[in-house]
């Protein structure tokens, strides 16, 4: 692995990019675990009022705000941690060209964050482990793993395309 002085301007504004926004992606996942259960289902019930009216407006439906409560916070869940896995592989990727630990190493620091987010609702007031939303987080982190590879694959095709 370099290290980060030897890393060319591009890369080091690429890792620091991705570095930062995986830190704000994290920091957002733990400040909402360590809400209590009524913040917490204040902040999803205005979410759900929202996307609920959108979803109305948009394809002509009445459903209501209780109706999309569940699948909303279940979207959530892997959405932070699809975005938290794309930005991880992001930082990783900038700093080393080593593909055979790439997609261990996202994966273990992805699976810890929703391990730790997890334990944090231990300790706030009315919220619990769930099992459920660990495995929602892992699968939502694999997905952006795959989505940032998958993007990583699809930019080379083009330019080795383009050089030759």
């Known amino acids: 692995m370099k290290r980060f002085k030897d890393l060319s301007i591009k890369r080091k504004v690429s890792f620091i ?28 019930n205005s979410l759900s009022v929202y996307v609920s009216r959108w979803i109305n407006f948009l394809f002509k439906t009445s459903l209501t705000p209780e109706q999309i409560a569940d699948p909303l916070r279940t979207f959530a869940h892997f959405s932070e941690f699809a975005a938290l896995a794309f930005c991880i592989s992001g930082a990783y990727r900038s700093f080393t060209d080593k593909t055979k630990s790439f997609f261990i190493n996202v994966f273990v620091f992805t699976a810890v964050s929703a391990l730790t987010d997890e334990t944090i609702q231990i300790f706030s007031e009315g919220r619990a482990f769930q099992i459920f939303d660990l495995f929602i987080d892992t699968i939502g982190g694999i997905t952006g793993l795959a989505f940032f590879k998958l993007l990583t694959v699809i930019f080379y095709k083009f330019k080795n395309a383009k050089n030759g």
């Open 17 to 44: 990019i991705f570095s930062t926004l995986s830190s704000l992606i994290l920091l957002f996942i733990f400040y909402n675990s360590m809400k209590n259960a009524d913040a917490s289902s204040a902040d999803s």
